[in-house]
């Protein structure tokens, strides 16, 4: 099972990932916890370069690739061996966020990302993806706040300086891409508290893993 975890910054995604893993490793299953950019060493190093606002001039061409890059390392190295071991996988973003940042956003053209997506990506898609979704100026407060307690050398508000509307248009590529799957998107409202997020979050998945095992059993 491959659950992906998307939306603006600051709703609060990365706290969800892990009160799910910390929610399913009460069970048989396997859990591995991931993310993007950086669920490897080399996407580690890749990470660094794209979110750092030292690099404020990056082209954006030599943004997406380097976005496609961390995934390509990301899928072979890590991904697909771990779903293959029939471990269940979260990742805390994925290639829809290429679709909203670099596509909607950024402005590239959509094709051109799917035809990038079909080489790295050989069919491989989420079982499950959750948007987290709120007003962007709930999501940005937040992040803000994280990026002011953070240590001083770990800056990574590359994307926090971007514009309000440019945060708009992830928004709205998102929940353009949810109506476009609504068999796999399932849209949360993130202006909610932690533990209500978790609620909805743990209830939609502990149903889907019944389904499933009633199904294989
Ligand atoms: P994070 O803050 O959720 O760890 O994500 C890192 C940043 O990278 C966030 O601002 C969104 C951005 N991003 C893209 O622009 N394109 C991508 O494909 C991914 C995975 C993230």
């Not at 892990?18 to 080399?42: C, H, S």
């Not at 973003?93 to 679709?99: E, K, M």
């Not at 989420?126 to 240590?151: H, N, Q, S, Y």
């Amino acid at each position: 099972m491959f659950i992906t975890f998307e939306g603006i910054e600051g709703c609060g995604k990365s706290t969800q990932v892990r009160l799910l893993a910390d929610f399913l490793k009460d069970g048989t299953a396997t859990i591995l916890v991931t993310r993007e950019p950086g669920g490897t060493e080399i996407g580690g190093k890749i990470r660094s370069i794209l979110l750092d606002s030292v690099n404020a001039k990056i082209d954006s061409l030599t943004e997406l690739l380097l976005y496609e890059a961390d995934r390509a390392q990301h899928v072979e190295e890590i991904i697909r061996p771990c779903l293959e071991a029939k471990k269940i996988v979260l990742c805390d973003r994925f290639s829809d966020a290429t679709l909203c940042y670099q596509g909607y956003a950024r402005g590239f053209d959509l094709e051109l990302i799917e035809r990038l997506h079909k080489i790295i990506l050989k069919g491989l898609k989420p079982d499950m993806t959750f948007l987290l979704d709120c007003p962007v100026e709930i999501g940005l407060g937040r992040a803000w706040k994280r990026i002011a307690l953070a240590a001083k050398n770990r800056k990574e508000d590359r994307f926090e300086r971007e514009e309000t509307g440019f945060h708009e248009k992830v928004r709205q590529g998102y929940l353009h891409l949810a109506k476009a799957e609504p068999a796999r998107f399932h849209i949360i409202d993130a202006s909610q508290d932690i533990p209500a997020i978790h609620h909805d979050i743990a209830s939609i998945v502990s149903s889907r893993l019944k389904s499933r095992n009633a199904r294989t059993h």
